[in-house]
């Protein structure tokens, strides 16, 4: 059996990694639109940008409309910045949300029509060079061939996907993630820690993508607890962003699983952010996961130093979950009701919700295939 491996085409990462790459972003073009938040802007993540184009004579332009859950609207919206004010390439800086906008503003200046179109067929559309610059040790995206994008019209979060997405130049700058506050340095870190745990148990993990996936998970368990206590520790800030870079590479080249098919429906319709929503998951999921890999789990298991001689598969399985559940503990992730979901309103929506899960096609990526009762089951366990 063959397989396909893809990563972005350079990735500098490290101390210093934004000055280090000067060279790189002015060979990429005459004008980048930079697309961020309005945080990036205020903390000063965007001027240690500038400040390097600046001396780079890199001119550009500041679309800073992305919110933590990128529209459809507001990609119109940086289309048309970029269109009126001449960029010839992108430059994301931000969580995942910013670097995913500069996606699906990529893909829409070359095309007419709305991103919505390309729901459910593999991008081909080649886009203008984009640089990733991530600010949150989370979603990967900087290595991923995936955005997120909510379409306003039918209430769905949409993964859309297309090896064109997939950032030309990667920063991984830890730096840039000092800041990330305890909520996002948490909801992140489980994000990436669940990208990694899905893309080693899923059906489609290949040899590169375990490598990658094993080292990630073995990174984000030593380091997470850290970053989250002392956010101004460098190097767990380091260790969670290569961490998190190779989660990202992992699932890139395998796929997520069930966690993040049943996660997307909650963040679509009660607006929790998306590794919140699959921290809340996470355990439930994979107790249903294991029985289909246990083997798999059992190799994290060892990887992260649970495992205790003579253990069978299941029970380093179960000691596993046992730990990832301590870790989320930890790191205070809320419940559903904690974050002020009201159960009747939850239940309500269980049906769409499970219907939006499997159509999105990521539970039919885990060895032990869910079924729509089962996504409900789970659904409704989240409350017990
Ligand atoms: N493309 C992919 O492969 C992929 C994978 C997983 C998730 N996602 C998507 O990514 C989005 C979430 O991204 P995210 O979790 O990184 O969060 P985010 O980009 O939405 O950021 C969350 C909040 O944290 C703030 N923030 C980010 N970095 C900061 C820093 N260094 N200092 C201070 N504040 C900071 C942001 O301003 C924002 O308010 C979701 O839409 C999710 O669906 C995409
Ligand atoms: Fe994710």
Known sequence: MAYKFLVPKTVISGKNAIEEAAQQMSDLGKKALIVTDKIMVKIGNVSKLTDVLKKSNVEYEIFDGVNSEPTDIIIGEGVEVYKNSGCDFLIAVGGGSPIDAAKAIGVMV????????????????????????????????????????????????????????????????????????????????????????????????????????????????????????????????????????????????????????????????????????????????????????????????????????????????????????NLCDYLKIPTLEGYGIKYEDFIKQIDKMAEDALISGSPSNTKKQPTKEDIIKIYENLWK
């Open 110 to 325: 070359q095309s007419s029509g709305n991103i919505s179109d390309y729901m459910g067929k593999v991008i081909n559309t080649s886009i203008p060079p984009l640089v990733a610059i991530p600010t949150t040790a989370g979603t990967g995206s900087e290595a991923t061939q995936f955005t997120i994008i909510s379409d306003t019209k039918n209430n769905v979060k949409m993964l859309l996907k297309g090896p064109s997405l997939i950032p030309i130049l990667a920063i991984v700058d830890p730096e840039f993630t000092i800041t990330s506050p305890q909520g996002v340095t948490s909801a992140t870190g489980i994000d990436a820690l669940t990208h990694a745990v899905e893309a080693y148990t899923s059906r489609l993990a290949q040899p590169l993508s375990d490598t990658f996936a094993l080292s990630a998970i073995k990174r984000i368990f030593g380091n997470l607890r850290t970053a989250y206590s002392d956010g101004n520790n460098f190097e767990a800030r380091n260790q969670m962003s290569l961490g998190a870079l190779e989660a990202g590479i992992a699932f890139n080249n395998s796929s997520v699983t069930i966690i993040h098919g049943m996660s997307r429906p909650i963040g679509a319709l009660f607006h929790v952010p998306h590794g919140i929503s699959n921290a809340m998951l996470i355990v439930e999921c994979l107790k249903f996961a294991i029985d289909g890999a246990a083997d798999r789990f059992c190799e994290i298991a060892k990887t992260v130093g649970i495992y205790k001689e003579g253990m069978s598969d299941i029970e380093a399985s179960k000691a596993l979950i046992e730990e990832i559940k």
